[in-house]
């Protein structure tokens, strides 16, 4: 969900998107931690919630951070409860962001020694049709022309119009439903 799959290669998200994009940002080390230790654990959480249920790819200015693009007396998205907000920053309160910073943003230029980069089995793909994904570039034409397909040739893609990037906790019925469904047809008896 959220993300489709792309072979594995060194990313070039610095020769299209400025310094400030996101990634860019929270692969430096130090960086994020510096960004996210000015505010508690529940903050960030919900500075992330905000940045992420947006159909803008989170770019800060030189002199800002990424926690700085949140104003914060904008509200959680409607389906992101205070509830919800309370019992992820307690997680992240006891396990910080290390593990969340580190899979996938600095991650992303390791080697993993794949020999054969298509994926065999089928697979489902589900994004929201306002995630700001789509934005990065080139990565709508990839999905909507069908060239992630030659990586992943049993691909099932299905867009929910009103998504973001956090579809399966906006729609989660809907999303439980359509995984469902394609776990049932692709069940071999």
Request: aromatic share 12%; hydrophobic share 40%; glycine share 6%.
């Amino acid at each position: 969900m959220g993300v489709p799959y792309v072979p594995p290669s060194p990313p070039t998200y610095d020769k299209y998107l400025p310094e400030g994009f996101y990634i860019l940002r929270w692969q430096e080390p130090g960086r994020a931690e510096a960004d996210f230790g000015r505010h508690d654990a529940k903050t960030v959480v919900r500075n992330i919630y905000i940045l992420f249920s947006r159909s803008e790819i989170p770019i800060a200015k030189a002199n800002q951070e990424i926690m700085d693009l949140v104003d914060p007396s904008v509200p959680l998205p409607h389906w992101f409860t205070e509830e919800d907000l309370a019992i992820y920053g307690a997680l992240y309160e006891k396990s910080g962001f290390k593990t969340a910073l580190q899979v996938p943003y600095r991650s992303l230029d390791e080697s993993f020694n794949i020999t054969d980069p298509i994926v065999k089995v089928p697979a489902l793909l589900i994004m929201g049709c306002e995630d700001y994904v789509l934005k990065f570039p080139g990565m709508d034409e990839y999905i909507q022309s069908g060239k992630v397909k030659e990586f992943v040739p049993n691909l099932e893609v299905i867009f929910l119009p009103k998504g973001t990037h956090f579809v399966q906790e906006q729609f989660p019925d809907q999303v439980n439903e359509l995984i469902l469904t394609f776990l049932k047809n692709h069940i071999s008896s």
